[in-house]
């Protein structure tokens, strides 16, 4: 069998010569990149390249403007960048999304890729740079410090308007369930303890109200999020950038990225300090934890079903076990809940990362990309299989939620502003001892007369704020 003989060419960068694949469009600073953080085997994500590739096209349009590269050159990077934004040439950004040197690796290689493209384009050959260098033409105006942090809110502003989008159907959801059980009694409950009566509608309905903050949250992030340090270049001074170019460049880009887009107030401040992911990171864990909360509501709330609390039925997804026939588990919610976990450590990750960066620069962005763009992807799936699989199928136990109230010594709560603290006690411990309902000891020792009981004992009544104190004023 013939053997298939693998072919290199030679390039170098500062630190000295590498062998490249011959057709390969990335060059020596990646390559040396691919050998130094063989970490996590995983590639860029798709929303950071694209936002890398769209900040050197914003750059080539205004460097070519102001007469800093030719309107060959301008051409020829546009087309390159445009080629990879259409997908192509994706498998020659080889760099680990966890790397040293604050994204350099990340940025070189988005780099070299544009420039061999270009110079392809343009007739020169692969690894060559004679008439589209990756330093001098595709990174003029720029450094890592600026195109990297750039890229990852641009990023980040996507992932967050998908998961605000998806926020939005999940909100719809919960809103559609809390009016489909307005009318469903129940004992609300507290410390796992029965408590007073409340609505099933309600609950749903306390559901849409924290998940309706995390949505206004969602887009305060986002606005966090569209401050970028563009033009700041190395450490905010925009140095070997045209004072024109840093005016401009931000414009540029929100054109480009059809984002709105601003520049820091305080260039060296963008640089050096990355609060704004933090504030991100926090908005998602604090998403994550509504979510779980909710989880373990809806797994207490439908577990048994013949000896837990019972008061709904989830959608049957999938067998429950491999042993036991029929069963059936909350594998919906408990996915949320690991997702939620998960989100929880990663934003551990991001304040260990945000808190380490010294004076001008924090080299620590790569690792907080990776962990905020998986905390959003995992967000995302997790509303989305909550709100399809789980939520939309949610049916309620009526009448045997009904019965529980009706049977439930938490009635006295009710009967207390009436008969009093003391009186309310004896009856309770009555209706447990005995096993008779709260109803019935009432009118059995005449505490109340049955028209003013069954005032009292409305649950309609005794779930809205007030209802029992206007009552009782009337009274007097």
């Known amino acids: 069998m013939e053997e298939i003989m693998t072919k290199f060419r030679r390039e170098h960068d500062s630190v000295g010569e590498m062998d490249i694949l011959e057709n390969a469009y990335y060059g020596a600073n990646a390559k040396r990149a691919e050998e130094n953080f063989p970490i996590t085997g995983l590639k860029a994500d798709d929303k950071f390249l694209d936002a890398m590739v769209e900040v050197k096209k914003a750059a080539a349009f205004e460097n070519e403007k102001l007469d800093l590269i030719s309107k060959d050159q301008k051409d020829a990077i546009v087309y390159a960048c445009d080629k990879i934004l259409a997908g192509e040439y994706r498998d020659n950004f080889i760099v680990d999304p966890i790397q040293g040197g604050a994204g350099t690796s990340y940025n070189m290689n988005t780099n070299e890729i544009i420039a061999n493209i270009a110079n392809e384009k343009l007739g020169g050959g692969l690894g060559v740079y004679d008439k589209v260098h990756p330093n001098d033409d595709v990174n003029k105006g720029q450094s890592t410090n600026d195109v990297i942090p750039t890229s990852g809110k641009i990023a980040l502003v996507r992932y967050f308007i998908e998961l605000k989008d998806e926020c939005e159907k999940l909100l719809k959801s919960f809103e559609k369930k809390a009016d489909e059980f307005k009318d469903v009694y129940k004992m609300g409950r507290t410390q796992l303890q029965d408590a007073v009566p409340i609505s099933l509608g309600q609950e749903f309905n306390a559901y849409h109200s924290v998940i309706k903050r995390d949505y206004k949250r969602i887009q305060k992030a986002i606005d966090e999020l569209s401050n970028v340090n563009l ?246």
């Open 231 to 476: 033009g700041a270049t190395a450490i905010g001074t925009g140095l070997n950038a045209d004072r024109t170019y840093v005016k401009e460049i931000v414009g540029v880009l929100k054109d480009v990225t059809g984002l709105d887009l601003k520049q820091a107030e305080d260039l060296v401040d963008g640089t050096q300090n990355l609060d704004g992911f933090l504030y991100a990171s926090s908005i998602l864990k604090t998403f994550a934890v509504s979510l779980s909360k909710i989880s373990n509501d809806l797994r207490l709330m439908s577990s048994g079903p013949q000896t837990g609390i019972g008061d709904i039925n989830l959608p049957v997804r999938q067998a429950g076990s491999s042993i036991m026939p029929g069963k059936v588990n909350p594998v919906i919610p408990e996915v949320v809940s690991q997702v939620a976990f998960a989100v929880c450590g990663n934003d551990t990750t991001v304040t260990m990362a945000v808190e380490a960066g010294q004076l001008e620069l924090n080299a620590f962005e790569p690792v907080i990309f990776y962990k905020l763009f998986e905390s959003l992807r995992a967000l995302k799936g997790a509303i989305y299989t909550l709100r399809v699989n789980c939520i939309d199928g949610i049916t309620a136990n009526k009448e045997l939620l009904l019965e529980e109230v009706e049977q439930c010594v938490g009635l006295v709560t009710a009967l207390a502003p009436h008969i009093g603290y003391e009186k309310s006690s004896k009856i309770a411990h009555k209706a447990q001892e005995s096993g008779k309902t709260v109803r019935e000891i009432v009118l059995e020792e005449k505490l109340l007369g049955e028209d003013e009981l069954d005032k009292i004992l409305d649950f309609k009544k005794m779930i809205t704020p007030g209802i029992l104190e206007e009552d009782k004023l009337e009274e007097k």
